[in-house]
């Protein structure tokens, strides 16, 4: 087997040595991790990136050509024409121009506006909350003595999930005579 050397796939210094090479960025990373904007923050609410574009169109912010083009290069477009550099976000309020939200920032109050579960405990008193918070809220807010409160939670089994926690503890209501309704305390409800 012959193999030829060609100098241009070996670069080497003025001294003769040789040099790396120039490498393109990887294409993809090792960890996965999105840099792209799951929600925007603008006066003070929270939008999806398509719900934000037409929320700018409804304002007069934007054209509607808007709605067609990539959400990303609309907002570039729309800061640049207002002197905002979006690279740098302490150097702008939420009030004047949207911020980004990336994945890792989500908390479960971004949950329906991105259409993830979230629970509700009274009426919506707490604001949204994750299925072990909503469990433990309702838990403090049911105004019964501890006997009471250690009967409805009998049999629970938590690895079977939220729901049938629930489930089990309004069966047990049932069985003791407590109306969670009369108490001000209904169960949690689950949404999306």
Do not use: C
């Not at 169109?57 to 083009?69: F, H, N, Q, T, Y």
């Not at 702008?92 to 509700?120: C, M, Y």
């Not at 049932?174 to 689950?190: E, K």
């Amino acid at each position: 087997m012959t193999t030829t050397f060609t100098e241009s796939d070996h670069p080497r210094a003025t001294t003769g040595e040789f040099t790396t090479k120039a490498q393109s960025a990887p294409e993809t990373t090792l960890t996965g991790s999105s840099t792209a904007p799951v929600l925007y923050t603008f006066h003070a609410d929270t939008y999806t990136p398509r719900a934000l574009v037409e929320h700018l169109v409804s304002i007069g912010e934007l054209s509607p050509a808007a709605r067609d083009m990539d959400v990303e290069e609309v907002l570039d477009q729309h800061a640049g024409a207002n002197g905002i550099d979006r690279d740098d976000e302490v150097s702008f309020d939420s009030d004047d121009f949207p911020k980004v939200v990336l994945e890792h920032q989500v908390t479960i109050d971004d949950h329906p506006a991105l259409g993830r579960e979230w629970w509700e405990v009274a009426q919506g008193e707490y604001g949204p909350q994750s299925a072990p918070d909503a469990l433990d809220r309702w838990a403090e807010d049911l105004d019964l003595d501890a006997g009471t409160l250690d009967a409805l939670w009998q049999g629970t089994d938590y690895t079977a999930g939220p729901e049938a926690v629930i489930a089990r503890v309004a069966e047990n209501g049932r069985r003791l005579g407590v109306d969670f309704d009369a108490l001000n305390s209904p169960v949690p409800v689950r949404h999306n």
